[in-house]
T-cell receptor, first 105, second 115 residues
Framework: AQRVTQPEKLLSVFKGAPVELKCNYS??????LFWYVQYSRQRLQLLLRHISRESIKGFTADLNKGETSFHLKKPFAQEEDSAMYYC???????FGTGTRLQVFP | DARVTQTPRHKVTEMGQEVTMRCQPI?????VFWYRQTMMQGLELLAY????????DSGMPKDRFSAEMPDATLATLKIQPSEPRDSAVYFC?????????????FGPGTRLTVL
């Protein structure tokens, strides 16, 4: 079965520490992968798309076909980054189970 | 600032009752998605419409769930009869349908509790 896996339910770091939220996918080909974020009491929203190769709010994500991964990274976490993060395969319409990021002051 | 709207935001009902959730997609969007979010399963796709036609509802329990788009401004998700295991947050999302990949714009969700 095609899957998007986020192995960590919770990731806790201190402000200023590097962050890596893991996402792995289970199929071959060229997946269209996005990261969505849900801040407290806000709706789910797009964070970034792999095709754009952009940096949003200091976050980047690179598609690694060899490792079938699309990890989300930020070199220095901020308290306002605390949220739920979902990896999404947009052409298969599959979301990962999400990772809650907690950034402590 | 165009947004997807969902009603009701919260619904508490008793087992066996019918539940209807409504979604107004962003004007001009031609794709609509229904998701269910639970702690255990995360976000699961229930149904997907393009130009009001259902393209995929394989994630939806057919015996009790139904999804429709009576017109381009309204999508509905019905559960009849409801069961306690249906308790979850139900999200609607719409997309411009400009091609693949397509960004989805989410509504605030309907939190359903079935007693």
């Amino acid at each position: 079965a095609q899957r998007v896996t986020q192995p960590e339910k919770l990731l806790s770091v201190f402000k200023g520490a590097p962050v890596e939220l893991k996402c792995n996918y289970s199929y071959s080909g060229s997946p269209e992968l996005f990261w969505y974020v849900q801040y407290s009491r806000q709706r789910l929203q797009l964070l970034l798309r792999h095709i754009s190769r952009e940096s949003i709010k200091g976050f980047t994500a690179d598609l690694n076909k060899g490792e079938t991964s699309f990890h989300l990274k930020k070199p220095f976490a901020q308290e306002e980054d605390s949220a739920m993060y979902y990896c999404h395969n947009t052409d298969k319409l599959i979301f990962g189970t999400g990772t809650r990021l907690q950034v402590f002051p | 600032d165009a947004r997807v709207t969902q009603t009701p935001r919260h619904k508490v009902t008793e087992m066996g009752q019918e539940v209807t959730m409504r979604c107004q997609p962003i004007l001009g969007h031609n794709t609509v998605f229904w998701y269910r979010q639970t702690m255990m399963q995360g976000l699961e796709l229930l149904a997907y419409f393009r130009n009001r036609a259902p393209l995929d509802d394989s994630g939806m329990p057919k015996d009790r769930f139904s999804a429709e788009m009576p017109d381009a401004t309204l999508a509905t998700l019905k559960i009849q009869p409801s069961e306690p295991r249906d308790s979850a947050v139900y999200f609607c999302a719409s997309g411009p349908g400009l091609g693949n990949p397509d960004t989805q714009y989410f509504g605030p969700g309907t939190r359903l509790t079935v007693l």
